[in-house]
């Protein structure tokens, strides 16, 4: 019968005075009315499949393909919000892994560059005190960082002095700093007290006839050596 023409349902088109039959949108189209002459692409961020009356949204962690029929994962070191028509790099400081909706802060005592898809450790010689840090700092002169890099602490061998909020590493007495590290003081050379500076000589400081025990902290007078063993 060719005495009237014949509506297209929903998800289905006719070219006005082309057509003799329905034919189907394509994936990434929709018609959402009855009697539609083309069918509408749909918005970046959303999909639909062939005969589709609406697009989909893509959730979060995905991003619509270029033809908008599927949607596909965020790579990992990238993010996605919903709807969304391309995904993100993760600001540094925090990590993405495959299909995240979102970023995370790195821990503390970790760090990140831009597009990570994990945190790493802060060095030996470097500290982090706060979440979401893109660099570590550098702990100060005779210090190094803590196991979980959260704050710094005296290298081996030398003596935490503390005063009011500022923490020092020296040496402990009977022993000097050369070349970054506290080293015994040598024979005939003592120091009795904590710090960085120089070994005193016996010959300059002491009795005549003086001499460093073992633990190079102390003199004493060789005249008087009851008071020695």
């Known amino acids: 019968d060719l005495s009237g023409c014949d509506k297209c349902q929903a998800g289905k088109f006719a070219q006005s005075g ?23 692409r749909c918005f970046a961020g959303k999909i639909s499949g062939v005969n589709s009356r609406e697009c989909t949204s893509c959730e979060p962690g995905k991003s619509s393909n270029g033809d908008r029929s599927s949607c596909e994962l965020c790579s990992k070191g990238s993010y996605s919000k919903e709807a969304s028509s391309g995904c993100t790099l993760c600001d540094g400081g925090k990590y993405c892994l495959e299909g995240s909706g979102k970023m995370t802060n790195c821990s503390v005592g970790f760090f990140s560059s831009s597009g990570s898809s994990s945190c790493k450790k802060c ?26 890099r959260t704050r710094c602490e005296c290298e081996p061998g030398f003596e935490t002095v503390v005063s009011g909020d500022y923490m020092n590493c020296v040496c402990e007495a009977g022993f000097t700093l050369e070349r970054g590290q506290c080293v015994l003081c040598g024979a005939g050379m003592y120091k009795n007290w904590e710090g960085n500076e120089a070994c005193k000589s016996c010959d300059k400081t002491a009795l005549k006839g003086s001499f460093s025990t073992w633990t190079s902290i102390m003199s004493a007078d060789l005249t008087n050596t009851s008071e020695i063993l």
């Open 18 to 40: 082309k057509s003799i039959e329905c034919e189907v949108c394509p994936p990434g189209f929709y018609s959402l009315d009855d009697a539609t002459s083309s069918c509408s």
């Open 123 to 148: 060095g030996e010689s470097q500290y982090n005190d706060f979440e979401g840090s893109s660099t570590c700092k550098e702990c100060p002169l005779n210090q190094q960082g803590t196991e979980d």
